[in-house]
């Protein structure tokens, strides 16, 4: 049986995540981080990203230090670049496989966690499902162990939004100059938010949230961004198309959710949708992706598809933020 938890979300993670001189102790969200070190965060990454087919970039950064992923929410991705990031950096990496843990005899994430910082860990990588898991975790972890957050519900995904930014960045050059239209479930995307964080952040042209009105995200929420029901009105011009997976695993009940066939007429990313987007415009994803649901195949895999490099880049990104939080515990 599992233990019964109850966590709460708050608005002062960003507070809970920086160090008394500003610098990154935690990685919760985006929501909060300064321009500056949202910018300094993706030029650490781009030192890590290497030529396709090149060696893969190392370093001796994290000798010593001790990582710890504990996915408790399936993930390919996320925990395989996490995984290499940090031992391409020197740590010591514990992938702690959740379904022969002991949390499945009902102990309790923090007793997880306490048994892991016993053992000298230093950095401890969580996904979960509950909203407000990792800043819990992070109120009641000792000074020296550092969180970051991979992916917490429907609320943030910041390694996800910083990879997302530094592809945009790489393709697109100025976020000034772009109009960006994230694509589908927005209502339950923790990806949506934390890009749409981040783009607001570096100041984009234009970003617009394109999605069903079932799975619109409230008015109120991003107040910075257009909300769109109609696929070409959102499509048109856009620099960047960011398709979404639609969430079934957080949507209670599918009533007035498009059907497969009817979602990928009206809301899927086809190369015949693409030709009202600006010329030139790429096309993202953040994985796993449901082909023929929300993008098309062929598409998928075309010159205008971005999502490889994303995957790539995924690696920079959490090297770049383990090296970061790393080198703020040499303070402590
Ligand atoms: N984009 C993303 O978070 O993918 P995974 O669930 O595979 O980690």
């Not at 949506?192 to 995200?217: C, D, H, K």
């Amino acid at each position: 049986m599992q233990a019964i938890e109850v966590f709460s979300s708050s608005n002062n993670e960003a507070n809970l995540q920086l160090n008394a001189d500003g610098s990154l102790r935690h990685l919760l969200t985006l929501k909060g981080l300064d321009r500056s070190l949202l910018v300094e965060l993706l030029d650490d990454a781009e030192r890590f990203v290497s030529p396709s087919g090149g060696a893969a970039a190392r370093s001796r950064s994290l000798a010593g230090r001790t990582v710890a992923n504990l996915f408790f929410e399936p993930s390919t991705r996320t925990r395989a670049s996490f995984d290499l990031a940090g031992k391409r950096l020197g740590a010591d990496v514990l992938n702690l496989d959740v379904n022969t843990s002991s949390r499945k005899k009902g102990e309790s994430i923090l007793d997880t966690i306490h048994t892991l910082q016993a053992m000298q860990v230093d950095i401890m990588v969580v996904r979960d499902a509950s909203v407000g898991v990792p800043a819990h975790i992070v109120r009641h972890v000792n000074d020296h162990v550092s969180i970051l957050n991979a992916g917490e519900g429907d609320v943030s995904h910041p390694t996800q939004g910083l990879l997302d930014l530094l592809t945009i960045r790489q393709r697109k050059g100025k976020f000034e100059d772009l109009t960006v239209a994230i694509v589908g479930d927005i209502m339950h995307s923790r990806v949506a938010r934390s890009a749409a964080q981040g783009l607001n952040t570096l100041g984009v042209g234009e970003l617009r949230l394109v999605s069903p009105p079932v799975l619109a995200p409230d008015p109120d929420e991003m107040p910075f961004a257009s909300i769109i029901d109609n696929l070409d009105d959102g499509l048109r011009d856009a620099d960047v198309v960011m398709a979404l997976r639609i969430q079934r695993e957080r949507i209670g009940s599918l009533d007035g959710i498009p059907a497969i066939d009817e979602y990928f007429a009206k809301y899927g990313i086809s190369t015949e949708r693409m030709q009202s987007a600006a010329p030139g415009a790429i096309v993202m994803h953040p994985g796993p992706m449901n082909r023929g649901i929300e993008i098309e195949s062929a598409l998928a895999d075309s010159p205008a598809s971005a999502i490889t490099q994303q995957v790539a880049n995924g690696v920079a990104v959490r090297m770049a933020v383990l090296e970061r939080v790393s080198r703020a515990m040499d303070a402590y």
